[in-house]
C-alpha cells in the first residue's frame, strides 16, 4: 500500500531579489506559512520553484535551507529532474546525501524521446540512488506526455518507486494510474483542478502550485474528504477552482504566484528572468481575486 505520500504537498516557489539572488528571508517566511498551514510536505526546486533557472549549487543551497527550517516536521521532497540522466543522477545524489525523503523527478525535456528512453532514464537512477522516486509528468512544460504503462512497469519493478504526479490535467490518465498502480504507490494530482476529481477516484492527494497561495484551503479539502464531509470538500474546491483557475491556468503561474504572496505574506519575491512580474492590471486583478476569495482582507 502507498506510504507516508499523501495529502498536500507544497512546490514552493523560489523567491528572488531584484538583482536576481535567492531572496533566503523571503524563503524562510514562505517556508513557515505553508507549515503552519498543516500541509503534508515541501517540494523545492520543483516547476513552480523555477528549477530550470537554478544553479546546481543554488538547488543544493535551497534544499539545505528548507531542511534546516523545517527540522523533520514534515517532509522534504526536492526536485532533481534535469534533461539528462547524467546531471538528474548528480543532483538526486546530492539531494540523498542531504537527506530528502524523496526525489520528484520531472520526465526528461528539450529532445523528443521514445517511450524506450524514458524508461531507461529512470531505471538509471533508481539503481544508482538509494532514495524513493516521485516520478513526475507535466505535458505542458515538457512537451512529453508519460505513458502510463511506463511508471506500471516501474513501479513493478523497483519498490524505490513511491509515487507519481501526474499534471497532464487528464482525468482519464489519472484514472488508469489510480486502476494500476493506486494499492502500490501514491497517485498525486499535478493540478489544482485535478485535485478533488483524484481523491474522488482513489488517488491519494496532491502536489499543487496553488497550494503556494491557498495551503490552507487546500489542506481543509483534503481533510473534509478523508473525514468523509464531501459536499464541504466540494464547496472549498470551488473557491480553489477560481484561484487556480486565475493564478495558474490564465497567466504565467511563477509571477503571478509570487505576486499573490506578496500580497498575503511578503513572502514571494520577484520570478527570475526572462519570467516578468505581472502587469499593473493583472496586479490589480489578482488583488481583488484574493479579497473575493478572502485570502487578503
Known sequence: ????????????????????????????????????????????CGSTGEAPFLTFEERKEIIELVMDEVSGKMAVIAGTGSPSTSETLKITEEAHDLG?????????????????????????IIEKIDLPIIIYNVPKFTGYNLNPTIVTELAKEYSQVVG????????????????????????????????????????HGGVLAIANVAPHLCTQIYKCFKA??????????FRLLKLNEFLVKKHNQVSCIKTALNMMVEAGGLPRKPILPPSIETENNIFKLLKETGLVK
Not at 175 to 201: H, Q
Not at 228 to 237: I, M, R, S, T, V
Open 1 to 44: 500500500m502507498p506510504g507516508k505520500f499523501k495529502g498536500v504537498f507544497v512546490p514552493h516557489v523560489t523567491p528572488f531579489t531584484v538583482k536576481g539572488d535567492i531572496d533566503k528571508e523571503k524563503l524562510k517566511k514562505l517556508i513557515h506559512f505553508i507549515m503552519d498551514s498543516g500541509c503534508n510536505g515541501l517540494i523545492s
Open 228 to 237: 468523509g464531509e464531501l459536499q464541504k470538500a466540494q464547496h472549498l474546491n
Open 100 to 124: 530528502v525523503d524523496a526525489a520528484l523527478i520531472i520526465t526528461p525535456y528539450f529532445f523528443k524521446l521514445s517511450d524506450k528512453e524514458v524508461l531507461e532514464h529512470y531505471r538509471v
Open 164 to 203: 507519481v504526479k501526474d499534471s497532464s490535467g487528464s482525468i482519464n490518465q489519472i484514472s488508469r494510474l489510480v486502476e494500476s498502480v493506486g494499492n502500490k504507490i501514491s497517485v498525486l494530482a499535478g493540478t489544482g483542478e485535478t485535485f478533488f476529481p483524484t481523491l474522488t477516484l482513489g488517488g
